[in-house]
């Protein structure tokens, strides 16, 4: 199967971002945590904002929108950190609101088309077309991947 | 209680896994022996087993077991090379032995005393040794020939009888000619008169006697409660090949150990007197007095301790931690509600559970960094041999002295530490000990020492390695660095002795004439420094020509926790590690010059470069530095001074080997404890900070890299002055 889910069923966590619907497993979620002061690291890659406290962890925060190469926003009482587990590491990403846990059938993913998203089909497994609306799901490893990072700051220096 | 100086939990543990392997194989061994008859492989195999039961608990301290492990070897040796045979007798005897080493080894297991006396045992198994080389057969029957000796003189001098009421009774034990191994029946008599009272000290020594010396003659002198000192004299007797026991002096009760305690607080620093309000018994008085290793870290030896996985102790650690940052946080509510509602009940009942948890939690944390802690020891320990090794190879004579072994550290510290002082005492033993024949002829002692010590100062755990041999000479060290191109001549002249001798830290510097294996190649100093500094420690020397170097050592006790100075810079907190922290200054304006594009300050005739926290840590575009600071031109000189005069800053001077370099920062937050935290790999390295740490209000704070700071300034310059 193209986006690599063995179950019949997946338990998706969805969030909102620049008005699209992602989705990512809820395995993987560890934690949704309200907007919080995030101490800045100097010299840090371009998409890591800082990292902030999660009951005495240090864990790093990743804005999703300068990862995707979005238009920055505002932060709002919506806007929520997403904390995913990366191997041994949490990582927490800026989304600017959670909107609900869906639990769907696999045989409605379909592979991903650079069409339907404003983001750079390699960060995509598939995307489930619901009755009334579109869940992009994310690879998260790909996503938060560290070669990634590079691409992405390479890239962006490339553009400027 | 059963206990092994110098002994770890761990240690135990090892003995213990070790000791019941080699049980079952002796068991195995034995009743093959027994079913299948003589056969040289499993003769070995006995063998081997209590052989290395004998070096395992001798090295334990174990006596007991050493001893009968001792002359269970010495009868299958002779079984190995055919001068005994065997038979059932000694076939029981052999079991036995097996019966009472399983008593001793739970002896280890619990640390408790059985009791089991071996003596009759060992009694058996010597006699078969007797026979054996009388050229008997495996009989065992003879027992009374074997003692006969002894029993011829039975017109033993005692000199006793004159004893009123208790008192110390030093006796004088000789051994027959033809006994075979005096160290045994000597420590047979020790183990049989320490039942009787304690014993004071014995001559030889313990560790002599357990060494399997020749003895002569052996000195005993022990507390006694009885009347007349006779009863001792006949339980020394009662041991085989005993010539003849001698009452030598009777003294009033506790001189004696009294004497001992002075000429060995005297002699040593180290030397443990042992704990007086509770006097050892039995065997162990044997040990403590014999053995000048008494007290030493005690009470990491008990065999009831558990081992613990580094891992859950970190877990624990951190949990903890996060105790005392809402510990914190909650007693900043409590305020804010007392503020609100002062005079009620509820919120004194508040306080006073607030202010109870944050005893706990202060407690909790003590009881946990002290459960991470263990003796220095474990790292010393493997010195003693080292040294022994690298003097004989030079032909040096050396007296190493170890102190403050028992001075506690972090695991983490410890395991960071010993490549570094390896390094330092092969240095002493190589560079700074000199020959015997330079030693004469410089008016000194042959023999030099090398003295390691370590105590505690603060938080900080201080480990010295001092010689007396011949010094830095700041001369030489000048020369090597100006042969190799690290300094100018114009610059070594200017140089004081004391900068000079710290040269010796700088990469490629190796002072000693010749290239040998002891102390490298001139890769050693500054590494050694590097790692401390990594360790957020530092290193210093004081060092007299000719007369010798001391080299300090100072580390954190731990690594995960250190106290840090608080600073903030543009509303953002940073933790600075104390270790690095010279001195901190206020700072004008008008204070500041210009070298090489970079300012600077004076500090009692120095000038020490500054950085602006800014200059590094600020986001693009917002960089506030010091021409931000001074004036719209950038020249201190002649620039606004009027509304730049009312922003007064600190400089916080840090120092690495490197140099020095005042951080500018706009106040000082306090000093406090942080525990270190990692960046983690998802962000990775980032230069100029070390770590994070978590505030007590929740906040992240970010810890500086001082090494890394200092050196990007020092490259700075290097780069100016050249170009």
């Known amino acids: 199967m193209e986006h690599g889910f063995d179950a019949e069923e997946i338990q998706l966590v969805v969030f909102e971002l620049a008005g699209e619907s992602y989705g990512v497993e809820i395995s993987r979620v560890q934690d949704i945590n309200r907007m919080q002061e995030i101490t800045e690291i100097p010299h840090a890659p371009e998409s890591v904002v800082g990292v902030i406290n999660l009951r005495g962890r240090v864990i790093p925060v990743v804005d999703l929108r300068t990862r995707f190469g979005l238009p920055p926003a505002e932060h709002t009482k919506s806007t929520r950190i997403v904390v995913v587990q990366m191997g041994e590491e949490p990582i927490g990403m800026i989304v600017d609101a959670v909107s609900q846990v869906l639990r769907i059938p696999t045989k409605i993913i379909e592979p991903p088309s650079p069409v339907l998203s404003g983001v750079d089909s390699r960060y995509l497994r598939g995307i489930a077309k619901l009755e009334d609306e579109l869940v992009i799901l994310l690879d998260l490893d790909y996503v938060l991947s560290k070669d990634e990072q590079e691409f992405i700051s390479e890239a962006m220096a490339e553009s400027v | ?723």
């Open chain 2, 1 to 723: 209680m059963l206990e092994f100086p110098g002994m770890t939990a761990d240690d135990i543990k090892v003995f213990l896994i070790e000791a019941e392997e080699q049980l079952q194989s002796l068991e195995d061994g034995l009743l093959e022996l027994e079913q299948a008859g003589e056969d040289d492989e499993v003769i070995g195999q006995i063998f081997r087993a209590a052989h290395t039961l004998k070096g395992s608990s001798a090295t334990l301290g174990h006596d007991k077991m050493a001893n009968l492990t001792h002359s269970m070897e010495s009868v299958l040796d002779l079984v190995r090379k055919s001068q005994l045979e065997v038979g059932p007798d000694l076939m029981d005897v052999l079991f036995e032995c097996l019966d009472v080493l399983r008593v001793l080894n739970r002896e280890v297991e619990t640390g408790q005393e059985s009791g089991e006396d071996i003596t009759v045992l060992t009694g058996r198994l010597l006699d078969i040794i007797a026979f054996a080389e009388e050229g008997g057969s495996g009989c065992i029957s003879g027992e009374s020939e074997a003692g006969g000796s002894g029993a011829q003189s039975t017109m033993t001098v005692v000199d006793g009888g004159i004893m009123h009421g208790p008192g110390d009774v030093e006796l004088c034990i000789a051994f027959a000619d033809t006994c075979q191994m005096p160290s045994v029946r000597a420590y047979q008599v020790v183990d049989r008169l320490s039942v009787m009272g304690n014993i004071i000290y014995t001559r030889p020594s313990m560790e002599l006697i357990e060494a399997g010396q020749d003895i002569g003659e052996l000195t005993v002198a022990i507390e006694w409660d009885g009347d007349s000192p006779q009863p001792l004299v006949e339980a020394a007797m009662d041991v085989s090949d005993v010539k003849s026991a001698l009452v030598v002096q009777v003294r009033p009760a506790g001189s004696l150990k009294g004497e001992v305690d002075a000429a060995a607080e005297a002699s040593r620093a180290t030397v443990a007197s042992g704990p007086k309000e509770s006097e050892p018994t039995g065997v162990e008085a044997g040990r403590k007095a014999g053995v000048n290793r008494g007290s030493r870290s005690a009470t990491s030896t008990r065999a009831t301790t558990v081992r613990v996985d580094v891992a859950r102790l970190d877990a624990l650690s951190n949990l903890v931690a996060e105790l005392v940052i809402d510990r914190t946080h909650l007693a900043q509510l409590e305020s804010k509600l007392a503020e609100k509602h002062g005079g009620d009940e509820l919120v004194a009942e508040l306080n006073r559970t607030s202010t109870h948890i944050g005893r706990l939690t202060t407690e909790l944390q003590e009881a946990i960094n002290k459960a991470r802690m263990f003796p220095i020891d474990n790292v010393f320990r493997r010195f003693p041999r080292m040294v022994r090794d690298l003097a004989q190879s030079q032909g040096k004579e050396i007296d190493f002295i170890i102190e403050g072994e028992d001075t506690e550290l972090d695991r983490s510290v410890s395991e960071e530490i010993g490549d570094p002082l390896i390094h330092l005492i092969r240095n002493a033993v190589g560079h700074g000990i000199e020959t015997p024949e330079e030693r004469v002829a410089a008016g000194k002692a042959p023999k030099g020492t090398v003295r390691l010590s370590a105590f505690h100062q603060e938080n900080y755990i201080v480990i010295e390695i001092a010689d007396d041999g011949r010094g830095i000479d700041p001369e030489a060290v000048k020369e090597s660095a100006i042969r190799k191109g690290l300094i100018s001549e114009e610059a070594a002249a200017r140089m004081s002795d004391r900068d000079a001798v710290n040269l010796i830290f700088s990469p490629g510097l190796s002072t000693s004439k010749k290239v040998d294996d002891v102390s490298g190649r001139g890769v050693g100093m500054d590494i050694v420094r590097k790692n401390i500094e990594r360790l957020n420690g530092s290193i210093s020397i004081d060092t007299r020509l000719g007369e010798g170097s001391t080299f300090t050592v100072k580390l954190p006790l731990t690594l995960a926790i250190i106290r840090a100075l608080l600073v903030a810079y543009d509303s953002r907190i940073y933790a600075i590690p104390l270790a690095s922290v010279m001195e901190i200054t206020r700072i004008e304006p008008s204070d500041i010059h210009t070298v090489h594009k970079r300012e600077a300050i004076r500090l009692r005739g120095d000038v020490i470069p500054l950085l602006w926290l800014g200059e590094i840590f600020s986001k693009r575009g917002e960089e506030r530095g010091a021409a931000e600071w001074m004036a719209a031109d950038g020249r201190p000189e002649d620039g606004a001074a009027g509304e730049a005069q009312s922003r007064r800053m600190f400089a916080v001077i840090t120092s690495s080997h490197e140099g020095q370099v005042g951080l500018v920062v706009d106040s000082l937050v306090g000093e406090m404890e942080i525990v270190i935290k990692s960046l983690g790999s998802f962000i990775g390295n980032i230069p100029g900070v070390s770590g994070v740490t978590i505030l007590g209000d929740g906040r992240v704070a970010l810890i500086l890299d001082i090494p890394s700071l200092v050196r990007r300034v020092v490259e700075e310059r290097n780069g100016a002055e050249r170009g």
